[in-house]
Structures are given as structure tokens and as C-alpha cells.
């Protein structure tokens, strides 16, 4: 069975700081996507990582997959009250209908 | 450009009671999810499809039924409401490289 683990669960900071998420699998996904989740709404999909070493940068934030496509981190540059949210990464296996591994999430708070 | 369009939001049921979510997408996307999240448990799929006329099982899908007779409609049905089906419903549609999520329907089952 795949899983994906993510670290911290919860994180509460304050604006300006630097935070990293962490996504850390013993599978191999051939893709691994973020997402942020604000409260009482769906999941709005962040990025898309495909190749081992990738790094994808939007805006404050840095994703990078893992060499082996086995984890994935996500650094958020000077944290804002905005970026609060439930943040999930999901990992797409080998030929499974484009069926989701999702981990449990990462809850940030960032207080003004 | 709706996106997925879920409907009800909320929804409060009794125990036995039977009802339909109704999920929409207008971006002519083939795969189509339903997932149930729970508090500290994640995302879990309840039931998926590939494409028009075709659906599988995913993770949970005791007490839930699901239909897809076009591209755009996947609506899933609870028959005989549980307590344990008390979650935020989420439908959401696929295309490589990731999933539009619907805004979800909070169900209560009293």
C-alpha cells in the first residue's frame, strides 16, 4: 500500500518566518502535486512536480521532488496571513486511473 | 467558466434517509472523483470514473452508490442514511497534471 507522510501536522508561526512542509513516501510516484486548502472549500491545486530534482517556484513558495520521486518538500518565503490553510500533497502512482495517494496535511497558521 | 459545481452546501439528514449530490463540471474532463474528509483522517475516495457509463470503487464505498450517464453529471447517492456518513463531500474532476476540486457539501445525518 502507498502512503504519504507528512510533516508537521500543525505549524503556527508568525508573518515573516520561513517554513518548510515536508512529503515523504518509500513509494516512487511518477508525479507529486501540492495543494491548499482554505476552510469550507475544496482543495485548489498549487503544483505539479513530475521529474526527480525538480524545483518549481511560485511566487513565496518553493516546491522541490525528491532525485528518487520518493518526497517532496514545500518552502513558504516570509510567511503572510494568506498563506494560512491545509496544505496536501498527493502522489500519482504507476496506472491507477489518475487515483490520488494523499497524505494527511499539513494545517499552518500564520498570525499577523 | 464554473468549474465543478457541487450542490447542496449543507444538508442535514435523518437516520434512513436517502439523498443525491449532485456534482457538475463543465471542462469536459473524463475522470471524475467523490471523496469523503473527516477530521484528521484525509481524503478518502468513495467512488471514481473514467469516463461516461463507467465507475469503480475506491476506498470507502459502503452505503454509497454512484452513476456517470454523461461526461459532465456524477452524482452520488446515500441510500439509508448512517451517522458514520456525517463528512464534507467533495466531487472533483481530472485531466494529467492535477484535479479541480468542487467547494463541497457538509452532511449532517442526525
Redesign the interface.
Given at each position: 500500500t502507498q502512503l504519504l507522510e507528512q510533516s508537521p501536522q500543525f505549524l503556527s508561526i508568525q508573518e515573516g518566518e520561513n517554513l518548510t512542509v515536508y512529503c515523504n513516501s518509500s513509494s516512487v510516484f511518477s508525479s507529486l502535486?501540492w495543494?491548499r486548502q482554505e476552510p469550507?472549500?475544496?482543495?485548489?491545486?498549487l503544483v505539479?512536480v513530475v521529474t526527480g530534482g525538480e524545483v518549481k517556484k511560485l511566487k513565496r513558495l518553493t516546491f522541490q521532488f525528491g532525485d528518487a520521486r520518493k518526497d517532496s518538500s514545500l518552502h513558504i518565503t516570509a510567511a503572510q496571513p494568506g498563506d494560512t490553510g491545509l496544505y496536501?500533497c498527493?502522489g500519482v502512482g504507476a496506472g491507477n486511473?489518475?487515483?490520488?495517494i494523499?497524505?494527511?496535511?499539513t494545517s499552518l497558521a500564520v498570525n499577523p | 467558466n464554473a468549474g465543478?459545481t457541487q450542490t447542496p452546501k449543507f444538508r442535514i439528514l435523518k437516520i434512513g434517509q436517502s439523498m443525491t449530490l449532485q456534482c457538475t463540471q463543465d471542462m469536459n474532463h473524463n475522470?471524475m472523483?467523490w471523496y469523503r474528509q473527516d477530521p484528521?483522517?484525509?481524503?478518502k475516495?468513495i467512488y471514481?470514473s473514467?469516463g461516461a457509463g463507467i465507475t469503480?470503487k475506491?476506498e470507502v464505498p459502503n452505503g454509497y452508490n454512484v452513476s456517470r450517464s454523461t461526461t459532465e453529471d456524477f452524482p452520488l447517492r446515500l441510500e439509508l442514511a448512517a451517522p458514520s456518513q456525517t463528512s464534507v463531500y467533495?466531487c472533483?474532476s481530472?485531466i494529467?497534471?492535477?484535479?479541480?476540486?468542487?467547494?463541497?457539501t457538509r452532511l449532517t445525518v442526525v
Open positions: 502535486q495543494y469550507g472549500e475544496g482543495p485548489v491545486l505539479t496536501l498527493a486511473n489518475r487515483k490520488l494523499w497524505g494527511l496535511g | 465543478v475522470y472523483y484528521g483522517m484525509g481524503l475516495l471514481y473514467v469503480d475506491g467533495f472533483a481530472a494529467v497534471g492535477g484535479y479541480t476540486f468542487g467547494s463541497g
